[in-house]
C-alpha cells in the first residue's frame, strides 16, 4: 500500500477517530483515512478518494483474471465437446452426457445419464472434467492419476504409481523400526522380487529368523542397522526350495549398505551373517558386518559371478579357531558346510572378486577349510584389502585355482596367506601374488611356530599339487616373532617365479623352497635374514629335493642349497657369508658377488 502513503506521523490513541466503514461518495481531497498500531506509537494516513481508486483498480483487475480463467476453461471444455459449465443445481434432469456443472472449484460431467440432481451433490454420478478432485488424490489409487515421463530420448509416459512400484520400501508394509519385524520385513522382500527395496536409515530392524530374499532383488540399506535378536544361525540368505544344485537358486541379487548386526553379545550362538548358495550374479556392496565370531560373515557356497566391495568385517579372532572365516568360499559336499539348503552336489565357486574391504580382528580374512578331490573354486580376485590382526591368516585358500591376491595389505595374524591341496588334487594353478605388503606376521594367539608371510604346501610330495606361482613385487617387512618362520615358503610345487620381491627381517629363511621343481628365484633384495642364527637357516634356502632352481640377480644375506638337480645359481650379490651347498647333481655355482669377491 505504500504507493497510496501522503505523511506518517506519530499519533496518540485519542488522537485518532475510529472510521468502521469507508465512504464511497462525498469525499474530498482532504478526507483521510488514518490508521495505528495497537499500542499507538506510528500511525500512517492515507487519501481515501486514492484508496477506493486503488480498490476499484484491483476489483477489476480481479475480474479479468476471473474472465480470463473462464474464458480459457471455457475453451478447454469446448475443445472436449461439452457445454458451458453452469452452477450445480438440485432437481435438473440430466439427459446430455456434454452437461456440466461447476461444484466446489471443480468442474463435473455426468458419468452417465439421464439422472435427476439431487439436493446434495452425489460424486458417484459425476466425474472431474477439469483438473482431479482432491479426495480423489487422497484415495490410496490417487497416484494412478498423475502422470509421469522422463526427459530422455525413448522414455515411455507412465502414470505415477507404476513408477513408485519400481521400488519397494519396507515402511510400506509397516516396518517401523521397533521390535521384532521380522514377518514384516519378510512380507516386504517378497514383494520386492525383481525390484529394489530400501530400508530407512536411522532405523534398527530387528530378526527373530531368516530373512530370504528372492532372485533380482536390490537392497538398499545405508544407514539402517538388521540386528539379531534371536539365537539363530543366520541372518539373511537366497531363497532356494532345496532341489536346484549348480548355479540355480535365487540370484541376481545385490545388497548395498547396512550394518548386518549378528548381535553375539547377547545371542552367543554361531551364527553365519549373509549366505548365498548355488546361486550367480550375486553382489555385496558397503557393508558392515560386525560382533560376529563364530562361523562366517559372508558365505558364498556355490556361487558364480560374486563381488563383494568396500565392506567392513568386524570379530571372530577372540574364539580362538582356524575355520571360522569372516568370507568363506565354500563347497556343499554333505550338508555340514551350508545346513540351509541343497543339493549337496559340491558345486565350486567361481568369478569371486573381493576388493576394496577392511577386516579387523577376524578368525580368518577369506578362505575355505572345506575341499573335495579334484574340485576347485577358480577365478578369484582378492585386491586392495587392508586385513588386521586375524587369529590364524588373512587368506586361507584350499583347492583354489586362478588366483591374483593384489595390493593388499597384511598386518599381524599367524599367515598372510596360506594355501593348500585336499587330497591328490591336481592342477590347483596359476596363482599370481603381486604388490601387497606383509608386516609383523606371527604376531598372533594362535599357539603354531611356522608362521609365513606366503605359504603354498601340497598334501603330498608326489603330485606337485599347486603350479605356475608367480610371486612379485610384494614387501615383507619384521616376519621375526618368536612364532615366525619364513617370508615366503613353497614346498612340493611346481613352476614358480619369486621376483622383485622386497624382503627385511625375518626369523629364519626369507625364501624357502622345498621338494619343487621349475623355480626361478630372481631380483629380489632380501636383507636381516635369519635373526634365529640356525645353521639349516638362509636368506635363500633351496632343499630337496628340487630339480630345475634358477638363482639368479638377487641381492641376500646368504644362499643355502641341498639336495638339488639341475640348479643355476648366478650373478647373485650375497652380502655377508659364503654359499653353503651340499647333495646336488648338475649345478653350476658361477659369477656370484660374496662378500666382496666374485666365486
Known amino acids: 500500500i505504500h504507493p497510496l502513503l501522503s505523511e506518517v506521523r506519530m499519533a496518540t490513541p485519542s488522537s485518532i477517530i475510529p472510521i468502521t466503514d469507508l465512504p464511497v461518495s462525498g469525499v474530498s481531497d482532504l478526507d483521510y483515512l488514518i490508521a495505528t498500531k495497537a499500542d499507538g506509537s506510528q500511525a500512517v494516513r492515507a487519501r ?24 480459457e476453461a ?13 452452477p450445480y443445481a438440485s432437481g435438473v434432469n440430466v439427459t446430455n452426457s456434454r452437461y456440466t456443472v461447476q461444484y466446489a472449484g471443480d468442474i463435473y460431467a455426468p458419468v452417465s445419464v439421464p439422472f435427476t440432481t439431487g439436493a446434495t451433490f452425489d460424486s458417484s454420478k459425476w466425474r472431474v472434467v477439469q483438473g482431479i478432485a482432491s479426495n480423489e488424490l487422497a484415495q490410496s489409487s490417487g497416484s494412478t492419476l498423475v502422470g509421469y515421463s522422463r ?59 531368516a530373512i530370504q530374499v528372492s532372485s533380482g532383488t536390490t537392497i538398499i540399506a545405508y544407514g539402517a542397522t538388521i540386528r539379531r535378536i534371536a539365537a539363530i544361525d543366520n541372518i539373511i540368505r537366497n531363497k532356494s526350495a532345496g532341489t536346484v544344485g549348480g548355479y540355480s537358486a ?28 548355488h546361486a550367480q550374479r550375486i553382489k555385496m556392496i558397503d557393508m558392515r558386518i560386525a560382533d560376529n565370531t563364530a562361523y562366517h560373515h559372508i558365505e558364498i557356497n556355490g556361487v558364480n559371478d560374486c563381488e563383494i566391495r568396500g565392506c567392513n568385517f568386524t570379530g571372530g579372532r577372540s574364539i580362538a579357531v582356524t575355520t571360522n572365516e569372516a568370507i568363506q568360499i565354500d563347497m556343499n559336499i554333505d550338508g555340514s558346510q551350508f545346513p540351509w539348503f541343497g543339493p549337496q552336489d559340491s558345486t565350486p565357486c567361481r568369478n569371486v572378486r573381493i576388493t576394496g574391504n577392511t577386516f579387523a580382528d577376524t578368525g580368518v580374512a577369506i578362505g575355505s577349510h572345506t575341499g573335495a578331490t579334484g574340485i576347485r573354486h577358480t ?30 595389505r597384511f598386518t ?34 594362535y599357539s603354531g611356530t611356522d608362521a609365513r608371510g606366503i605359504f603354498f604346501q601340497a598334501a603330498n610330495d608326489s603330485g606337485y599339487g599347486i603350479s ?8 615383507f617387512i619384521d616376519i621375526v616373532n618368536a612364532k615366525a618362520l619364513n617370508a615366503i615358503a613353497v614346498n612340493y610345487c611346481s613352476n614358480i617365479a619369486i621376483n622383485g620381491n622386497s624382503i627385511r627381517g625375518v626369523r629364519a629363511s626369507s625364501v624357502s623352497i622345498y621338494g619343487s621343481n621349475n623355480v626361478s628365484i630372481s631380483s629380489n633384495i632380501i636383507s636381516q635374514s635369519n635373526s634365529s642364527a640356525a645353521s639349516d637357516q638362509a636368506g635363500i634356502s633351496i632343499a630337496g629335493p628340487c630339480t630345475n632352481v634358477n638363482l639368479t640377480s638377487n641381492t641376500v644375506d646368504s644362499v643355502r642349497i641341498f639336495e638339488t638337480t639341475r640348479a643355476l645359481v648366478t650373478a647373485n650379490t650375497i652380502n655377508t657369508s659364503p654359499i653353503s651347498s651340499g647333495s646336488n647333481t648338475q649345478t653350476s655355482i658361477v659369477n656370484n658377488l660374496v662378500a666382496g669377491t666374485y666365486a
Do not use: H
Request: glycine residues 10%.
Open 412 to 445: 599381524q595374524g599367524f599367515y598372510g596367506i596360506r594355501a593348500l591341496t585336499a587330497g591328490t588334487s591336481p592342477n590347483n594353478r596359476q596363482w599370481v601374488i603381486s604388490g601387497n605388503t606383509f608386516y609383523d606376521m606371527g604376531n598372533s594367539p
Open 468 to 475: 605356475s606361482i608367480t610371486i612379485t613385487g610384494n614387501t
Open 48 to 71: 481515501v478518494p486514492e484508496l477506493i481508486s486503488a480498490a476499484q483498480a484491483l476489483d477489476s483487475a480481479i475480474d479479468d483474471v476471473v474472465a480470463f480463467a473462464e474464458q
Open 74 to 86: 471455457q475453451t478447454v471444455l469446448n475443445s472436449l465437446g461439452y457445454l458451458p459449465p453452469v
Open 250 to 277: 535365487s540370484s541376481d541379487i545385490s545388497i548395498f549398505g547396512g550394518y548386518w548386526d549378528a548381535n553375539t553379545s547377547s545371542f552367543p550362538e554361531v551364527c553365519t551373517v549373509v549366505a548365498f548358495g
Open 379 to 408: 577365478g578369484i580376485v582378492i585386491s586392495n584389502n587392508e586385513i588386521t590382526g586375524c587369529y590364524f591368516a588373512s587368506i586361507a585358500a584350499l583347492n583354489w585355482a586362478d588366483v591374483k591376491i593384489i595390493n593388499n
Open 151 to 209: 526427459s530422455e530420448a525413448g522414455s515411455v509416459p507412465r502414470n505415477i504409481s507404476d513408477r513408485l512400484r519400481d521400488s519397494i520400501y519396507v515402511s510400506d508394509f509397516g516396518v517401523t523400526g521397533s521390535g521384532d519385524e521380522t514377518v514384516k520385513i519378510q512380507y516386504a522382500l517378497d514383494a520386492a522380487a525383481g525390484k529394489t527395496i530400501f530400508f530407512q536409515p536411522g532405523k534398527v530392524y530387528s530378526v527373530s529368523s
